[in-house]
């Protein structure tokens, strides 16, 4: 199994500003996950970052807007850039650990006004 | 047409009864399937994983695969007001922790004691 910590839990930014998301593993782990949820929206994948190698964005999703950090094998950071009201929504990390599973963080809420 | 599709509910029941959350996806190279659920404030936790056609069960949860109609279900027996929460379907084209998901919009059900 794998416990993971996010910094911050929630946060309220003005539009125009960044934010920096912090996910932290209690075990070493290859792969992280960056997911977004909106409300009434499907959890849907931002980018898979991997140690020592630039991330994998998913469609849609590009790095000058969420660059991401894969410093070590146990923690990851990604980031909201210029932000608008669109990027309200919640930011979960997730790591696979063990043979099928992937763990996810409790989440940061975030809100753009 | 969504990879994945979900009935978001709401979905109210009482306490004891058989609770059947469905989705429906378009993508057959889909081979392996999960069911989360998600507390509130929570990130999600997995519930029951299942590769190919087939049925899985867990205590009272029961999970179906059927991949020529490209349809899968979960269900509850004997629900407890401990259920209560969102729960999201997820699929994979590949098997093991590593690898993107693909998920529901999430179905959120309230058990009535």
């Known amino acids: 199994s794998a416990v993971i910590s996010q910094k911050p839990s929630r946060d309220i930014c003005q539009r125009g500003t960044s934010l920096t998301i912090q996910c932290q593993v209690d075990?070493?782990?290859?792969?992280m996950f960056w997911y977004r949820q909106q409300p009434g929206q499907s959890l849907t994948l931002i980018a898979t970052a991997n140690q020592g190698s630039e991330a994998t964005y998913e469609s849609g999703f590009v790095i000058d807007k969420f660059p991401i950090s894969r410093p070590n094998l146990t923690f990851s950071t990604l980031t909201v850039s210029n932000m608008s009201p669109e990027d309200s929504s919640i930011y979960l990390c997730?790591?696979?650990?063990?043979?099928?599973?992937?763990?996810f963080g409790p989440g940061t809420r975030l809100t753009v006004t | 047409q969504k990879e994945v599709e979900q009935d978001p509910g709401p979905l109210s029941v009482p306490e004891g009864a058989i609770v059947s959350l469905n989705c429906t996806y378009s993508?057959?190279?889909?081979?392996?399937f999960m069911w989360y659920r998600q507390y509130s404030r929570k990130g999600p936790e997995l519930l029951m994983y299942t590769y190919s056609s087939g049925n899985k069960e867990d205590g009272r949860f029961t999970a179906q695969v059927d991949k020529s109609s490209k349809y899968i279900s979960l269900f509850i027996r004997d629900s407890q007001p401990s259920d209560s929460a969102t729960y999201l379907c997820?699929?994979?084209?590949?098997?093991?922790?590593?690898?993107?998901?693909?998920f529901g919009k999430g179905t959120l059900l309230t058990v009535n004691p």
């Open positions: 993508n057959s190279a889909f081979q392996y």
């Open positions: 997820a699929m994979s084209e590949s098997g093991g922790s590593n690898y993107k998901l693909t």
């Open positions: 075990s070493q782990v290859t792969m």
């Open positions: 997730s790591v696979g650990a063990g043979d099928y599973e992937q763990y």
